[in-house]
């Protein structure tokens, strides 16, 4: 049996919109094992970035608990949270979210300098990255002398610089067109299935979707299917 490196137990989140409260992940119990690439599927509002965003503590649940690595997040403050996050989880997003004013090398080594990593150990990480994805002929340039694919790529190694215990990627595709759409996603089965990377994946695209060994669908804050791909396969679905 695979290392379970996500439990989330219990999961809801509660948001307040006007006069009313809005439930986003309604009391959700899942797991996710190490080297397993998942995506979550669901219409608008479903609750798959908010159940995403759990995950990667950039919300703290509203009840319930996670546990990721082993280490119980129920009572970490927003610091401890921080930290945490910076040292073992890599986000994609659909936005790139580079720094315009600095290199794709200092974009992709900026989160290592927050970390207070040494010079050498950063300039390995960096490098190591760099000559994997074969991407040395853009070290020097800007993110705005790159195209869209480009710039999602060099935001995808500066998720991966400190080598997280899962990649958190939202919409990833959203941004592109669908031939760099295809790349990246190529770019993600690669990660997973040469590095071993632990990937959870949200989108709307589902293609996009299949890609994953794993295949969530939410509706109203709740997971209505869970499946892997040789269960899906065998079902004919």
Partial sequence: MKEQIVICENLSKNFVVGNSEVRAVDNVSINFERG??????????????????????????????????????????????TNFRRKNLGFVFQFFNLIEGLTAYENIELPLIFDSVPYEQRKHAVEGLIQDFKLGYLRN???????????????????LVNDPIILLADEPTGNLDSKTG????????????????????????????????????????????????????????
Wanted: charged residues 25%.
């Fill in 36 to 81: 397993e690439f998942s995506s979550i599927v669901g219409p608008s509002g479903s609750g798959k970035t908010t159940l995403l965003n759990l995950v990667g503590t950039l919300e703290i649940p509203s009840e319930g608990r996670i546990i990721i690595n082993g280490t119980d997040l129920s009572h970490f403050t927003k610091e401890q949270l």
């Fill in 141 to 159: 340039k800007f993110p705005e002398e790159l195209s869209s694919g480009e710039r999602q790529r060099v935001s995808i190694m500066r998720a």
């Fill in 182 to 237: 295809r790349t990246v996603l190529e770019l993600f089965d690669n990660l997973n299935k040469e590095r071993g990377t632990s990937i959870l994946l949200v989108t709307h695209d589902l293609s996009a979707a299949k890609r994953a060994n794993r295949t969530l669908h939410m509706h109203d804050g709740k997971i209505t299917f869970d499946m892997k791909i040789e269960e899906m396969i065998k079902e004919g679905i």
